[in-house]
Every structure is written in C-alpha cells, then in structure tokens.
C-alpha cells in the first residue's frame, strides 16, 4: 500500500476514524496493530509471517537476556537475536548475491559450478524493521533500556505502519513509551500533520516522479555511453529524486504519525547543504547513520582504539551500511567511497581543525559544493545497475566519454532538472541552520495556506502511475 495511492487515503481515514472513537486504549492499540499487519500485507500477504517471527524472537530474547544470571548466558540470548534477523535478511536479500559470487570464485579455479535459480522475492522494508527490532535486543543488551512491560506495544513498535517499509528507523526507548499511554494529536498537531503529508507527497509525486525521473531513467537506462553534459544532467537528477522520494516518504510517515499523536525522529536535514562528509551523515538519512554509529561503530571500538582502529571501524562500518542498501558490489563501492572520504576529512581536521569552525561564507560554499559534487560521484553507483553502468557513467562524467556519446536528453528535461537541482540546492543552503516548522511560523497563514493548497493540486494532478517510493527495494 503507497502513501501516494487512494487506497491508502481510504485506509487512512478508517485507521483514523478508529482511533478517535470512544473505546478503551488498549483496543485501539490491537487496532492499530491489525491495521498495521494490513498495510504490509497489501504488499504480500505471506511476509506478515516474517515481521511475527521477528516480534516474537526479539520480544523472548530480550526478556531471557535481562533475566540471565551469567555474561555467556546474555551472549548467548543476543546471538539467538541477531540470527534469527540476520539469517532472514541473509537469506532472502542477499542469498542470490552470494551464490553468484560463489560461482565466480568458483570459475576462478576452472571449477563451472551452476548457481541454482534463485526464485525468491525481497520482502518490502526488510532491512528497515529488522534494523529496528535488533536495537530492541541490542539496547537490553547493553543495558540502555529494560524489556518493554507489554507485548502490544513491542508489537506495535515493531510494525507502526507509518514507518514501517521505509524508515525513520525507530529507537525502542522512543515509540514503546508512547504506546503506553494514551495519545492523540490536539488540532494544532494534527493540522501539521496534514501540512507533512501534503508537503510529503509533493516531494515524492511531483519533484521526484514528474519532474526529475524521466531524466534519470533517459540516462541510466540507456544502452549508449552518455556525453558529458548528459551523464551530469542525469547524475544531478538522480540526487533530486533520491532525496525528494525518500525525504517525502519519511516526511508523510512522520505527517501520518503525528495525525494520531505519535513523533517520529527527523530523518533528514537539508544535506545537499553538508559541508564535509561527517556533516553530510549528520544531515542524510539520520535514524541510519544514527543506528550505524551506535550498534555498530562504537561497538567496534569507535575512536577509543587508536587511530589505526579507527579509520578500520569507520570503513567497515561504511562498508556495511553500503550492502545494508542491496546485495551488490555498487553499494559496496557506494558505502567504501563515504567510508574514504570521511576518513580523509578526519585526517584533514587533525592536522587542519574543524571544517565546521571556518566562518568565511565562499569556503564555506566552496567545501558546500565540493562535498556536493562527491556525493553525486558516489550516487552513479547507488543509481547504476550494474559496475560496467557506473564506469560508462562516470567515465563520461570525468571527461572521457567516447566521441559518438549520445546525447538522449530534449531540452524540456534539461530546464527541468537545472531549474529544480538549482532551486533544490539553493534551498537546502538557505535552510541548512533552521528548521521547516520555523520557517512556517514566520509565514503569514493565508501564505502558508496558498503554498499548501498549490502543492495538494500538483500532487492531484500529477498522481499518473503511482510510482513506489525507491527505498521500498531496500
């Protein structure tokens, strides 16, 4: 079920409807829960069997490890966890990869072994919700936080629909105790609410599929080496749809929460205004880099180990947000080029301070953009969909496309994404140190009101297909 789909508006307003209805609060916590296992099984049914799995072996795990008497008892409960999530999202995101390679490594030695037909479907959202039940264990593990008192409400912190398939990923310590008690959304909240999810969907149905898709698919769908000009135009496109597809998700997943009195943690703070790597990560997809750095990197020993350790913790930890993203060596090369590019810049600021203190404007614009132009470099493998893809890509992009390159893009796709990417970015500096609601408090109503109804037009008229959001596929 798409945010962006009548269907869904439909389901919306009954889940609504329900939950401002005069029953008890635990019924409506088993509505929201049933609603909840509908919505992703609008998708495939069979797969609710995988999120139960989950729920019930993080709920038990997480109980038998606060409960046990010994350190190898507690190791033993979290390794049950971990394998059960990690052997699922093993198996079905990353079987097929790995039989593949297993193949080439075995071609390698003259050994022809045929890999067997992999005919198993990705679940929707895997990797966001097992992400977020195994910090449930991995907090009660560390002893950040006690098992929750109700299987209802771990339930629902495992499967709250909003966020479900696509994040924010949300910390137990954040939703359970929401879940407790009561809550609904007084009228101011649940009119920001609906100024999210409209906000939300404009970014999603008209910025990132109407306006700058086509440009992309013209480009990286292309059998043709590009040109210079083109493979930049489409690699440019591609950071606009990226971010505005999944912003917009995570923008109308926290809309949708809010309407029925529930915060969800921003995911996103303008990075195409980053300035660094660090700052980048501080700003891009933050409930991932946030989980990253605190399941993963300091587990390893952070920057506590000496400086050797450090920048091996930071590429391993890079390296594996990489193949978080999908079974292939373009996320590998995706996640290994942030992880290079954040351990020179820690180089740079032990020798150089931090970049943050610089106060002259233009450096502050020319490392703004430099981290820019990086980050679209690292984007060609995240968008190609293969290696031989991201070298012709790339190669163009550096100046070394062949002399009959095609040039595929008409003009009316090229206005469109050096008029939004400029527009795009533009704002993402003038909102790099503010907030979206501050800026909305200073706007006169009957302005804010025009904006908001200019964008639910646009969204009504160019609904089209009703395109899946794009980090649905991780």
Not at 284 to 290: A, G, K, R, V
């Amino acid at each position: 079920m798409l945010f962006n789909s009548l269907t869904f508006i439909v389901f919306f307003i009954v889940v609504l409807s329900l939950h401002y209805s005069p029953l008890s609060w635990h019924t409506k916590k088993v509505n929201l829960l049933i609603a909840s296992f509908l919505f992703y099984a609008a998708w495939n049914p069979p797969f609710v069997i995988l999120l139960w799995i989950s729920t019930v072996v993080d709920w038990n795990a997480a109980k038998w490890i606060h409960k046990a008497n010994t350190q190898h008892k507690r190791r033993m409960f979290l390794l049950l966890s971990m394998a059960t999530n990690l052997g699922i999202l093993g198996y079905f995101k990353y079987g097929e990869f790995l039989l593949e390679n297993w193949q080439a490594f075995m071609l390698s030695f003259g050994i022809d072994y045929q890999v067997p037909e992999w005919s198993i479907i990705l679940p929707v959202g895997i990797s966001f919700y097992t992400f977020q039940t195994m910090a449930y264990s991995l907090d009660v593990y560390f002893k950040r936080a006690e098992p929750a008192k109700s299987f209802l409400d771990f339930s629902l912190f495992v499967s709250f629909f909003p966020q479900l398939v696509a994040g924010p990923i949300v910390r137990p310590t954040h939703l359970i105790p929401q879940f407790e008690t009561p809550h609904y959304a007084n009228a101011k909240q649940f009119g920001w609410g609906i100024n999210l999810i409209i906000l939300g969907l404009f970014q999603k149905v008209v910025i990132a599929d109407m306006l700058l898709s086509p440009s992309v698919e013209a480009v990286y769908n292309s059998k043709e080496a590009m040109s210079f000009v083109d493979a930049w135009l489409g690699t440019l496109a591609f950071s606009g749809q990226i971010f505005s597809d999944f912003a917009g998700y995570s923008t109308t997943a926290i809309g949708v929460a809010l309407c029925l009195g529930f915060s969800l943690p921003t995911n996103f703070r303008f990075p195409y205004a980053a300035i660094g790597f660090s700052d980048f990560w501080r700003r891009w997809h933050i409930s991932l880099s946030t989980w990253l750095r605190d399941y993963l990197y300091i587990p390893l020993g952070g920057n506590q180990k000496g400086s050797v350790r450090t920048y091996i913790n930071l590429m391993l930890t890079m390296l594996l947000g990489g193949l978080w993203h999908g079974a292939s060596w373009n996320f590998v090369i995706w996640g290994g080029l942030h992880g290079i590019f954040l351990a020179v810049e820690r180089l740079i600021r032990r020798n150089r301070g931090q970049i943050q203190e610089i106060t002259n404007i233009w450096v502050k614009l020319f490392l703004g953009l430099f981290t820019y132009f990086l980050v679209n470099i690292t984007w060609v493998f995240f968008r190609a969909d293969d290696l031989s893809v991201s070298m012709s890509i790339l190669s163009s992009m550096l100046g070394f496309a062949p002399v009959d390159a095609k040039t595929p893009l008409p003009i009316l796709y090229i206005v469109d994404v050096v008029v939004v990417i400029s527009g795009l970015v533009t704002a993402h500096w003038l909102m790099r140190s503010t907030t979206i609601e501050a800026v909305y408090s200073k706007m006169p109503s009957w302005l804010v009101t025009v904006i908001l109804v200019i964008m639910a037009f646009m969204v009504i008229i160019t609904q089209g297909s009703g395109n899946a959001f794009i980090y649905f596929q991780f």
